[in-house]
């Protein structure tokens, strides 16, 4: 696996979203574009359509907040430094720590008396706990923000 590849495409186009969204003052909202031009100047090829399928997921996920009308767009939901990395990848990825990864069912068979289920289990919670330990915020003062100057016809 290489490395970056942990985690889905659809998590990372959410983490920029917010990320990006969380750069913003508070009462200033991001439109769609404006958030697809960014995410084009660090990712060329981003997807509009992914993105906005993306975006409409953390609405309506309570991560992000859609304000309607000609001057609408997107906020946060709640607080930067109230967003965990594993809001997100809840939310986006699913968690799902007590699958078995060898049964095709709903429930392990042998829950409980797998020695080796039990310490992927733990790796996983520990893992979440990491997550949990990582911000939008603290994600946001590392990104650049800017857009591209638009030249004059």
């Given at each position: 696996?290489?490395?970056?590849?942990?985690?889905?495409?659809?998590?990372?186009?959410?983490?920029?979203?917010?990320?990006?969204?969380?750069?913003?003052p508070?009462?200033?909202?991001?439109?769609?574009?404006?958030?697809?031009?960014?995410?084009?100047?660090i990712?060329?090829n981003?997807?509009?359509?992914?993105?906005?399928?993306?975006?409409q997921?953390?609405?309506?996920?309570?991560?992000?907040?859609?304000?309607?009308?000609?001057?609408?767009?997107?906020?946060?939901?709640?607080?930067?430094?109230?967003?965990?990395?594993?809001?997100?990848?809840?939310?986006?990825?699913?968690?799902?720590?007590?699958?078995?990864?060898?049964?095709?069912?709903?429930?392990?068979?042998?829950?409980?008396?797998?020695?080796?289920?039990?310490?992927?289990?733990?790796?996983?919670?520990?893992?979440?706990?990491?997550?949990?330990?990582?911000?939008?915020?603290?994600?946001?003062?590392?990104?650049?923000?800017?857009?591209?100057?638009?030249?004059?016809?």
């Open positions: 696996m290489a490395s970056g590849q942990f985690f889905s495409q659809r998590f990372s186009y959410g983490l920029h979203a917010l990320a990006y969204i969380a750069t913003k508070a009462g200033e909202l991001t439109t769609l574009p404006e958030l697809a031009e960014w995410l084009l100047t990712w060329p981003a997807s509009d359509t992914y993105l906005s399928n993306v975006v997921r953390l609405a309506r996920g309570k991560l992000l907040r859609s304000h309607r009308g000609i001057a609408g767009g997107y906020s946060l939901g709640r607080a930067a430094n109230k967003i965990t990395v594993r809001d997100v990848v809840e939310l986006l990825v699913g968690i799902e720590t007590t699958r078995c990864g060898l049964s095709l069912e709903d429930e392990c068979p042998v829950m409980g008396r797998c020695s080796i289920q039990r310490k992927i289990a733990n790796l996983e919670e520990e893992f979440l706990q990491a997550l949990s330990g990582l911000t939008v915020a603290e994600l946001a003062k590392d990104i650049q923000a800017t857009l591209p100057k638009k030249k004059r016809a």
